[in-house]
């Protein structure tokens, strides 16, 4: 399971204000004084060579008129991704590609257009989390022809991209800012993904982001699902982070579910996840820690959690997973981070010791 460092990158948003509804001013009231430009100098100059990308929200984080002295603040990092920011502007409270005037409909396709541009300037991957998509109370919306509306507008923006050579990544939520959030599951991400392909527009270029919380907060098994995704060629992206699984928490990667996180680093390992350039980004929301130090012990945790993905007996996990048999794989796994014979004999000698 030998492969080289996988790249990350880490959403610029973990270091803004970090509101919530009870301290809507943030826990960092001091970022509202930064522009932009010198957010990133303070980051880049904090984090140095430990992160080799960044992540931005268009319009909000990075548009046409700040890509270049946001990619010269960047310094050696590079602009990773452009996610799609529309949820959080006020007029697209009942929706942006779903709202129910269609002036806006097509303003919020238009928008996104002009984002998937930023994006191939900066030669940097376009993310869709169509977290306001979606609805809050039974009887409120007509599903048929919003998920018509929804499916259209994706198709038109992935059509747009595909022209340009820009990846896009499709990015799954239950709730949040929409409570019921219509592309809500990994399921009805590929239903979307299939229906676009329906619609003749090219999807070679479409894939996944798998943030690792949304999973953990529907209950879906992150290992699993990367190794269903990377069979079907649809694996493009990671947002790390993990959290109690009931709410988007973003903390540090491994903080909890750490034998799901242990266990989707030896599926990223073997299905050699990074060869072609895919990087492990860092969704995270630092509400009340340092948020360079937060983002610095999340890089050194999954790294760590990667080495042990990486000192496993895969061939010994491999045998056990083929008897599906629970007990060889846990002690292959564990034998990896120390549970070894020698471990094994010093518990069974201070038992004896302590009966005798």
């Known amino acids: 399971m030998t492969i080289k460092r996988v790249k990350n990158s880490v959403g610029i948003w973990a270091f803004g204000a970090n509101a919530t509804r009870f301290m809507p001013g943030g826990y960092h009231p ?16 904090g984090l140095g060579d430990l992160i080799d990308g960044y992540e931005f929200h268009y319009p909000s984080e990075v548009s046409e008129d700040n890509l270049d002295v946001i990619v010269e603040a960047l310094g050696d990092a590079d602009l990773y991704a452009v996610a799609l920011g529309l949820f959080s502007m006020p007029k697209y409270a009942l929706g942006s590609f ?179 350039g895919e990087r492990i980004g860092f969704d995270l929301f630092p509400y009340t820690e340092d948020q360079i130090e937060a983002v610095r012990q999340n890089v050194y945790q999954w790294e760590f959690i990667d080495s042990i993905a990486a000192r496993i007996d895969d061939n010994a996990l491999a045998e056990a997973q083929a008897q599906h048999d629970a007990v060889a794989a846990y002690k292959t796994v564990y034998q990896a981070m120390g549970l070894d014979e020698s471990f094994r004999q010093s518990v069974n000698l201070r038992r004896r010791s302590h009966g005798a």
Request: hydrophobic share 40%; proline share 4%; net charge negative.
């Open 98 to 276: 779903i709202n129910p005037d269609p002036k806006l409909r097509r303003e919020a396709v238009d928008t996104a257009k002009r984002g998937v541009d930023v994006a191939a300037q900066a030669g940097a991957k376009f993310i869709i989390w169509p977290g306001g998509e979606g609805y809050n109370y039974p009887f409120q919306i007509p599903y048929g022809q919003v998920w018509q509306s929804f499916i259209g507008a994706i198709a038109e923006i992935v059509d747009y991209a595909h022209g340009k050579g820009v990846t896009v990544l499709l990015e799954h939520k239950n709730s949040e800012p929409a409570m019921k959030i219509l592309m809500r599951n990994i399921g009805m991400t590929l239903h979307v993904i299939h229906k676009v392909a329906e619609a003749g527009v090219p999807t070679d270029l479409l894939k996944v982001n798998m943030d690792w919380q949304h999973l953990i907060m529907n209950g879906e098994t992150l290992a699993e699902y990367a190794a269903l995704l990377s069979n079907e060629g649809l694996l493009g992206h990671h947002h790390g982070n993990s959290g109690w699984g009931t709410f988007d928490d973003d903390n540090m990667t491994g903080a909890t579910c750490f034998m799901e996180t242990l266990e989707l680093a030896v599926e990223l390992r073997r299905a050699g996840y990074g060869r072609d």
């Open 30 to 45: 001091e970022t509202f004084r930064e522009d932009m430009p010198s957010k990133v100098r303070r980051v880049v100059d």
